[in-house]
Every structure is written in structure tokens, then in C-alpha cells.
């Protein structure tokens, strides 16, 4: 099993830029896919990005490409999504998420999410 713990959530104006990461304990998470999600109020929940294991390949979200970027560092158990150029509507609940078998799922594990707040 792993856990995961998000952190790095704020408020920030439209434009801005936050750096979320995703802290993973237990098994070491190279040996997971990992994926950032989001909920908005009243929203399903969306997955943002994901990253395979050898971080040689990364998928977005059409509401987030060329603005966040996923990375990871297994020697540190480290997953990151960097988001610029922030829009209001990018507003939610951000969870970490491992899958071990691919990165279409099932992700099995999850964090508790930080929130990301963007004013208008």
C-alpha cells in the first residue's frame, strides 16, 4: 500500500501560479501510476494529469494542457503538479492518486486533497 498526502493549496489570484505536491509513504511510489485530480462544487470529479512510473509519459486534461505540468521524482517519492497561468474555473479540491496496474486505473489510493481557490 501506499498513502499519499497533498499539500500546497492556497488562494490565488487569476494568473498565478501554485505548486501542489504529493508526498507518498509505504511501498515506494515508482511503483505506481500517479494522477492528479480535481472536484469543483457541484462537479464530478476530473482527472487533470497522470504520469507513468518511468516519467516518460504524461497526459492532460484539454481544460489544463500547456498550463500544468506533472512530474515526479521516485527517489524522493515526490509527484508535482505545477499550475500557471490560473483561471477561476480551475477552482477545487485537488487529490494525488496511485494506480498500481495502469494509468487508466483503477486508482486505488488517494490523498485528502488541498484546495485550490482562484479569484476573479
Known amino acids: 500500500q501506499v498513502q499519499l498526502v497533498e499539500s500546497g493549496g492556497d488562494l490565488v489570484q487569476a494568473g498565478g501560479s501554485l505548486r501542489l505536491s504529493c508526498a507518498a509513504s509505504?511501498?515506494?511510489?515508482?511503483?505506481?501510476?500517479m494522477g492528479w485530480f480535481r472536484r469543483a462544487p457541484g462537479m464530478e470529479r476530473e482527472r487533470v494529469a497522470r504520469?507513468?512510473?518511468?516519467?516518460?509519459?504524461?497526459q492532460y486534461a484539454d481544460s489544463v494542457k500547456g498550463r500544468f505540468t506533472i512530474s515526479r521524482d521516485n527517489a524522493k517519492n515526490t509527484v508535482v503538479l505545477q499550475m500557471n497561468s490560473l483561471k477561476p474555473e480551475d477552482t477545487a479540491v485537488y487529490y494525488c492518486?496511485?494506480?498500481?496496474?495502469?494509468?487508466?486505473?483503477?486508482?486505488?489510493?488517494w490523498g485528502q486533497g488541498t484546495q485550490v481557490t482562484v479569484s476573479s
Open positions: 492518486a496511485a494506480a498500481s496496474s495502469s494509468w487508466y486505473g483503477p486508482y486505488n489510493y
Open positions: 509505504g511501498r515506494t511510489s515508482s511503483s505506481y501510476f
Open positions: 504520469i507513468s512510473r518511468s516519467c516518460n509519459q504524461t
